[in-house]
């Protein structure tokens, strides 16, 4: 399975974008999914993760309330929705997921995820 990640841009502080993460070359039904972002000179942050079964969604404490992640089984896809963005939340975001290694691990610092996706870049102007 690849991850093919799309719909980052340049947005000014307050405003929305909406990331998606498509798999390729088999099902991702059976895997967590979520997202993570790395800034210039920092290492991966975890943003973002849901259950295989759409549930039990695990968020950064820097973008609760602000951000949602959601998946579509029959798309093979999960979204990233991004509001009120400031310019702290400028980075890489990338997409991962794993079939064994549940999201609440991710959220304390699991990084070993079997599948990476390639980023796509957030820039949030002040």
């Known amino acids: 399975v690849q991850l093919q990640a799309s719909g980052g841009g340049l947005v000014q502080t307050g405003g929305s974008l909406r990331l998606s993460c498509v798999a390729s070359?088999?099902?991702?039904?059976?895997?967590?999914m979520g997202w993570f972002r790395q800034a210039p000179g920092e290492g991966r942050e975890f943003v973002a993760g849901?259950?295989?079964?759409?549930?039990?969604?695990y968020y950064a404490d820097s973008v609760t309330g602000r951000f949602s992640i959601s998946r579509d089984h029959a798309k093979n896809a999960v979204y990233l929705q991004m509001s009120d963005l400031k310019p702290e939340d400028t980075a890489d975001y990338f997409c991962?997921?794993?079939?064994?290694?549940?999201?609440?691990?991710?959220?304390?610092?699991?990084?070993?995820?079997?599948?990476w996706g390639q980023g796509t870049q957030v820039t949030v102007s002040s």
């Open positions: 849901i259950h295989w079964s759409g549930t039990s969604p």
């Open positions: 991962g997921a794993d079939s064994t290694v549940p999201t609440s691990s991710w959220k304390r610092g699991y990084r070993s995820l079997e599948i």
């Open positions: 070359g088999g099902t991702s039904s059976n895997l967590h």
